[in-house]
Each structure stands twice: as C-alpha cells, then as structure tokens.
C-alpha cells in the first residue's frame, strides 16, 4: 500500500494559479498510474475526475473543465505527482484528493483506484 500525501492547496483569486503535489511514502510509486480528482462543496458523496497520467507511456487524461488550464505530471525519483492550475475558477473549488492506480490504467472512475490522500483544500474567490 502507498500512503499518499497531498500539499498546495489554499485560498486563491480567480484567475490566480497553483500547484499542488502528491508524495507517496511506504514504496514507490513506479507501476501505477497516479490521478488527481475533486470533491466539491456540497457534493459530499462525489469525486469528480480532474487529471490522471500513467507509468507506461505516460499518458496523460484531463476533464474537459480543466483542459488547457490544468497540467499533471509525475516525477518518480521523487515519488511526487503534481498538478499545475492556471486560469482558476470558482467552480474549481473543491478538496482535491490524489490516488494510486495499481493497474497503471489511469481512467476516469474512481473505484479503479487503490490508494487516496486525504485531500487538501482549494479556495478559489470571485
């Protein structure tokens, strides 16, 4: 199992950018593909994907709200994933929440993932 650690995440302008990072303790990440998905408030039972990339490739996979905004990429020597936000939106706010894909297929459905952070939240005002 691969204990995931979010960090980044605050409160921010629209318009406004950050980054956020994933590290992943406990072994290494190399294999699975590593994904970014959100929660947003009031939505307590949904986690909507917003970015994956994978070992093998790698591939990277984006929401449709956030291309040409957002930007995921890995580095495995540091056992870190990061998502790069620009141009950020009211309606990006939401606890944003890394995860580990075993199989290294890095889609879209949550339940394919093995292992999640425990989110960290981003604020973005009007």
């Known amino acids: 199992q691969v204990r995931l650690v979010e960090s980044g995440g605050g409160l921010v302008q629209a318009g406004g950018s950050l980054r956020l990072s994933c590290t992943a303790s406990?072994?290494?990440?190399?294999?699975?593909?590593m994904g970014w998905f959100r929660r947003a408030p009031g939505k307590a039972k949904e986690r909507e994907f917003v970015?994956?990339?994978?070992?093998?490739?790698?591939?990277?996979y984006y929401a449709d709200s956030v291309k040409g905004r957002f930007s995921i990429s890995r580095d495995d020597a540091k056992n870190t994933v990061y998502l790069q936000m620009n141009s950020l939106k009211p309606e990006d706010t939401a606890v944003y929440y890394c995860?580990?894909?075993?199989?290294?297929?890095?889609?879209?459905?949550?339940?394919?993932?093995?292992?999640w952070g425990q989110g960290t939240q981003v604020t973005v005002s009007s």
């Open positions: 970015a994956s990339v994978t070992w093998t490739g790698p591939n990277t």
């Open positions: 406990g072994r290494s990440f190399a294999g699975y593909a």
């Open positions: 995860a580990a894909d075993h199989s290294d297929w890095g889609r879209h459905y949550p339940s394919i993932y093995d292992d």
